[in-house]
């Protein structure tokens, strides 16, 4: 599974050419005394580089580099003559000033890729990585979050084995990022039991309507929906069903190209409706070659710089020969990333296969 995350701000270690800015700068602050005329003076100039290093080194890096622009000042070449016992006093306080900065620095550093490490961890709990089978059924999926340094958002996806067949589902919550992330664990949970009690696809359609109606009791805004596409492989691989909750309708990815599977209209789930009836479920044949890619709107809803929708089945049709559901969603990926000037919703897809016909 393809997972986009950014990183934390200031958790990692400067790059080389930034580390090398300090000391740069010391041989410019020289080259260029030593290029002026004896009246000019440019002592205090080296004042900034202690506390620049601090910024780019830990207490080791900055006490050297302080260090050596002490050392610099006395040196008579640099003809620092109007430098005083004072001058010298304050450099001396702001290269231990620094060198503090540089130790206070390096524990947030230090804090920051701790609480990073878990978040992900937390986060991979969530959604943990997808197989590239799960019984008869080959797999290929990719998640992007929106937010910057997040791992899940507020789209989801699994894929799980039961008693009734490999079952899988793609779905949208309301709301990005974070704070989205509780009611994505929420309908994972429920979705894997009802994988394994509920004979129907529209029982487990049923199960996720009422876990979200039931945690809107205690949501903030009193509000949780989702749309989510449900997808039943028979032991046999030869078909696929399919039922859709308000979800766009998933791809059939065949030789002749790409078209939308047609499905039953249904509501989302989690409205609050007097009686839940999930939609029928669409019996689709598969041949070994079909991939099935179902996808979230942040696909289809992402724009170019004229402002068109990106438009996947067209696309899918022109610009990608995937073989395997782990090549087309890359595939779809880099395509989108070119056409799009910036993604700016969740996006998870999700491809699906049967290549061995009977398992």
Do not use: N
């Not at 899940?152 to 309301?174: F, S």
């Not at 078909?239 to 190209?257: E, I, K």
């Amino acid at each position: 599974m393809d997972r986009g995350a950014q990183e934390l701000p200031g958790a990692g270690r400067p790059p080389g050419w930034l580390r090398l800015l300090p000391w740069l700068t010391m041989v410019l602050l020289v080259v260029v005394q030593l290029s002026t005329p004896e009246s000019v003076q440019l002592g205090f100039a080296f004042a900034v580089v202690p506390p620049l290093t601090s910024l780019l080194y830990g207490m080791l890096g900055t006490a050297l580099v302080a260090g050596a622009m002490f050392g610099l000042l006395l040196f008579p070449a640099i003809r620092a003559d109007d430098v005083t016992h004072g001058d010298l006093l304050a450099f001396g306080l702001i290269g231990v000033v620094s060198v503090v900065l540089a130790w206070v620095r390096a524990r947030r550093d230090a804090q920051l890729v701790s609480v990073r490490t878990v978040a992900e961890a937390a986060q991979l709990a969530v959604l943990p990585p997808m197989p590239e089978r799960v019984g008869p059924v080959r797999c290929g999926a990719l998640y992007r979050a929106a937010e910057r340094g997040t791992l899940v958002g507020g789209d989801l996806y699994d894929v799980q084995p039961g008693p009734y067949g490999v079952r899988a589902i793609v779905a949208d919550v309301k709301g990005h990022g974070l704070a989205a992330v509780g009611t994505v664990s929420a309908l994972l949970g429920t979705f894997r039991e009802a994988v394994l009690d509920e004979p129907e696809l529209a029982g487990v359609a049923a199960r996720l309507d009422r876990r979200l109606v039931v945690d809107s009791a205690t949501h903030e805004d009193g509000e949780l929906f989702a749309t989510a596409v449900l997808m039943e492989f028979p032991e046999d691989g030869t078909a696929v069903r399919v039922l859709s909750c308000g979800h766009p309708a998933p791809l059939l990815v065949d030789g002749d190209g790409a078209r939308e599977v047609e499905l039953a209209p249904g509501a989302p789930l989690g409205l609050g409706l007097r009686e839940f009836r999930a939609p029928e479920a669409v019996t689709v044949p598969l041949r070994p070659t079909d991939v099935l890619l179902a996808h979230t709107d942040g696909v289809t809803e992402a724009r170019d710089a004229t402002g068109a929708f990106y438009p996947l089945a067209a696309r899918i049709r022109t610009r990608t020969q995937p073989s395997a559901p782990v090549e087309l969603v890359r595939a779809v990926w880099r395509d989108l990333s070119s056409y799009a000037d910036e993604v700016a919703d969740d996006v998870a897809l999700l491809a699906l296969s049967t290549p061995d016909g009977h398992g």
